[in-house]
């Protein structure tokens, strides 16, 4: 039973029988000799050598991801133990013992002020606690307070305990409804600023619009012709045909077929450099056929948009010396 095999040197077709997979072969075109059952078992090789890398590469990055976790661990642990030791250190500032009330010369701290069971003079030199401060601090701030509320001031001060001798224990109050007005009229002015930038983008975009229509009507530009890649659809039946630019490769009846998209690539960047001795060393890597050679089109790459390149084809040929060889050809190349 024959085997069909591709000559590993000038990638020949050629027919073998069993017998002679693990025996040397020579090959009719390039005349050097090969065992194909070798180039199987390298083949082989190469692949498990893969799988091997790949595997490798997952239980690293599995390992790297582990540490990172750990890590990432790690630090959300130190910034939350940091963060409870500034606490820690907050609470200890705000209980330490700074003033002493003035009767009993009781120790007082921040906390003792802020949960008003201590108070300040109304010179805030003076500290008193709860038990011991005057009749007459209260008596004269609550005077003040209703005195103001009966004229209906918008705003009223009051005595209250203050956490710094600056404040000296008179702050301003304000009513009880002040905060939720002051939060209504950012909302108020949130909405109206928002509906003033979109009518005034809305009306920008009208005037752009009319613009556009005007260049449109006074420039009139040719229509540009469209090329539908998709008509070199995978597993279509096309012939190729040598062409460059609008007016170059009249005078070339063959087409350059290269093995491999790298290849390809030298071979287009070669033609814009007009080098004739690259191109003539990237067709010994190849194969050239006739115009209007039938072939099959088995693949595509796709080239990014800023890409000067014509985007390539996988072909596979189907008629002539090279019939049944595949390889790639520029988009332009294949006949619509």
Known sequence: MDINVRCPHCKEA???????????????????????????????????????????????????????????????????????????REAAALREIKWHCAECNKGLCELDFNQQTAFWDNDAKTAYCRTHVPAWLYDRGNSETREREFRG??????????????????????????????????????????????????????????????????????????IDWDRCAIGEERRLVFTWGKNGGKNITQVPVMLTPRDYDALIDGIIAKDAIGIEELLDRGFVVNNYTKVLIIGYEETGILSLKPGAIKIRVLEGEYAGMAGWVSREWIQR
Not at 58 to 63: E, G, P, T, Y
Not at 70 to 78: H, S, V
Not at 190 to 219: C, F, H, M, Q, W
């Open 153 to 226: 001031g918008r705003r009223r001060q009051t005595y209250a305990p203050a956490t710094s001798p600056i404040y000296g224990g008179l702050i301003n109050q304000g009513r009880p409804d002040y905060g939720r007005t002051v939060t209504r009229r950012v909302l108020i002015v949130v909405v109206v600023g928002t509906l003033v930038v979109l009518v005034g983008i809305a009306i920008g975009g009208r005037n752009r619009s009319r613009d556009t229509e005007k260049r449109s009507y006074n420039s009139s530009p040719e229509p540009k012709e469209e």
């Open 14 to 88: 050629l027919a073998i029988s069993d017998h002679e997979v693990d025996l040397p072969v020579s090959c009719p075109v390039c005349r050097r000799a090969f065992v194909w059952g070798k180039i199987l078992e390298a083949k082989e090789k190469e692949k498990q050598a893969k799988r091997e890398r790949l595997r490798q590469i997952r239980v690293n990055s599995q390992a790297r991801r582990q540490q990172l976790l750990e890590q990432r661990k790690q630090q959300i642990e130190l910034r939350a133990q940091k963060a409870r030791e500034a606490a820690e």
